[in-house]
């Protein structure tokens, strides 16, 4: 994938290394393998601001025809970076897996993927008899609200990957909202956009996301760092044992060791050699004062 930015961009880095220096983090050298690739997509599509989708192909077998059907389902996209960090730095990258192998698009699909498994998206959508167009939630999204008029409160969701239409991880992943005063109306909405063109989405009605939460747009490109290298467990060091105070240092059993030095390696050799030499002096001595008595 980092090969193929870089060959298609020459034009922004001349060298492979600027472009792997522009995603390190640090120079490390070993990487956590278990990080998913979705968190990896996440981190490029952020940092180069570049359009990445990964879409698979899904079969949905038919008893009655005997032949398979099939439709395009997102494996990864990023709709803040397709919808709001627009125009993307680099060209758009378009990936289909197919059999567990990935093949590089080289022209634009003529494709819209599903976001949400197991239903079709919509151009229109309609709640308490008022139409909600797709063309309506992209301007939400996009915060140009003063011409629109809802007497309803409006929540957008989106996702990074195909999911269920249950899913939990939906209330996670609000990107826009419209807020209505004095009504508890919420209408929620999930949005899926295009692999290519910014400017247009289809949507989806949502009944099972509960509650309505202020919008904080501070959150849309919270993005968490890669994590680099090896989960290293860190041990602290135990604290020092002091001598025993209560007796003579020279008595403690560690003072009983002897160590060489290393500057005087010969320290202990030479203390050893004189101490001989003494005793040897010694018992000349002895010798000699014996032999001189009568």
Request: with cysteine; charged share 20%.
């Amino acid at each position: 994938m980092l090969h193929y930015i870089w060959r298609i961009n020459r034009n922004f880095f001349p060298d492979f290394q600027d472009l792997v220096e522009k995603l390190q983090i640090t120079s490390r050298e070993i990487r956590n393998k278990k990080i998913d690739i979705g968190h990896i997509l996440k981190f490029i599509t952020w940092t180069l601001n570049i359009n990445i989708n990964l879409v698979k192909i899904i079969y949905r077998p038919t008893q009655k025809s005997g032949h398979k059907p099939f439709c395009f389902s997102y494996s990864f996209q990023n709709t803040l970076v397709k919808i709001l960090r627009t125009p993307n730095r680099f060209k758009p990258i378009h990936v289909i897996n197919y059999k567990k192998k990935y093949y590089i698009l080289n022209e634009p699909p003529v494709i819209f993927p599903l976001l949400l498994k197991r239903v079709n998206p919509q151009e229109k959508l309609t709640y308490n008899t008022i139409s909600v167009r797709a063309d309506q939630i992209l301007d939400i999204v996009k915060r140009k609200t003063d011409h629109l008029s809802f007497p309803f409160t409006i929540n957008i969701y989106t996702s990074y990957a195909s999911i269920e239409k249950t899913s939990k991880e939906i209330g996670n992943n609000m990107i826009g909202q419209f807020l209505a005063d004095n009504t508890t109306e919420v209408f929620h909405v999930f949005l899926t956009p295009d692999p290519e063109k910014s400017n247009l989405i289809r949507i989806n009605a949502l009944e099972t996301v509960k509650g309505s939460v202020k919008f904080d747009k501070h959150n849309l490109f919270a993005n968490t760092l890669i994590t680099e290298g090896n989960k290293t467990v860190f041990s602290t060091k135990p604290k020092e044992v002091l001598l025993n105070q209560k007796s003579c240092i020279c008595d403690h059993n560690e003072t009983q060791q002897f160590s060489p030095s290393q500057r005087y390696r010969n320290l202990g050799i030479f203390t050893s050699f004189i101490a001989i030499k003494r005793t040897k002096l010694f018992i000349l001595h002895s010798m000699f004062s014996d032999w001189s008595k009568p």
